[in-house]
């Protein structure tokens, strides 16, 4: 069974400041894995998915990276503003389309 | 133009009753979604269909039955609610299910089971 880990669980920077969300899966067998941000009362807004096949993503300001084999991967979200205020989620998928999420990072980037 | 629809957004009701929660998308995506979100915010799925047809069915009480009538839509029935009943309730979409495909969230149903 799959079981994801997110660290850390909060965070709190100020605005311009480069930061590293970390996730850690145990199930190595994944077809690819998904970063999410929640917004409050909101629902999952897909960033960035790395194939299983694949060792980084790049969106914009977003870097997400993959080791498949260490069952780890991570979020790097350069010069951070206000508006990247949000719970980011990661998921691996493993077969049948079944995506696990983690419990996120709820970061809070100051103005 | 909404991608994926959810209706309610909110659901309050009294423990007992059968209530259902409906899902559309318009991105003409062949696999569709439930997942429940719990108080601590942890995300599970429950149910996805592919055109129709069921391909992932977790441990979820049988209180729990998505329909789904077409490939836009999949329902989401809940019989004899109870009080463990009560998250936030998600629908989402994808292409086809495949390991390629980005999954397409709607923005959520909260139920609230007194």
């Known amino acids: 069974k799959q079981e994801v880990t997110q660290i850390p669980a909060a965070l709190s920077v100020p605005e311009g400041e480069n930061l590293v969300l970390n996730c850690s899966f145990t199930d190595s067998a994944i077809y690819n894995l998904q970063w999410f941000r929640q917004d409050p009362g909101k629902g999952l807004t897909s960033l960035l998915l790395i194939q299983s096949s694949q060792r980084e993503q790049t969106s914009g300001r977003l870097n997400a990276s993959l080791d498949k084999s260490s069952g780890r991967s991570t979020l790097y979200i350069a010069a951070s503003q206000p508006g990247d205020s949000a719970t980011y989620l990661c998921?691996?998928?493993?077969?049948?389309?079944?995506?696990?999420f983690g419990e996120g990072t709820q970061l809070t980037v100051n103005p | 133009d909404t991608a994926v629809s959810q209706t309610p957004k909110y659901l309050v009701t009294q423990m007992g009753n059968d209530k259902s929660i409906k899902c559309e998308q318009n991105?003409?995506?062949?696999?569709m979604y439930w997942y429940k979100q719990d108080s601590k915010k942890f995300l599970k799925i429950m149910f996805s269909y592919n055109n129709k047809e069921l391909i992932i069915n977790e441990t979820v009480p049988n209180r729990f039955s998505p329909k789904s009538p077409d490939k836009a839509h999949l329902n989401l029935h809940i019989n004899s609610l109870e009080l463990g009943d009560s998250a936030v309730y998600f629908c989402?979409?994808?292409?086809?299910?495949?390991?390629?495909?980005?999954?397409?969230f709607g923005p959520g149903t909260r139920l609230t089971v007194l």
């Open positions: 998921a691996p998928e493993t077969s049948g389309s079944r995506l696990t």
């Open positions: 989402a979409s994808s292409p086809s299910g495949g390991s390629r495909d980005t999954q397409y």
């Open positions: 991105l003409g995506h062949d696999t």
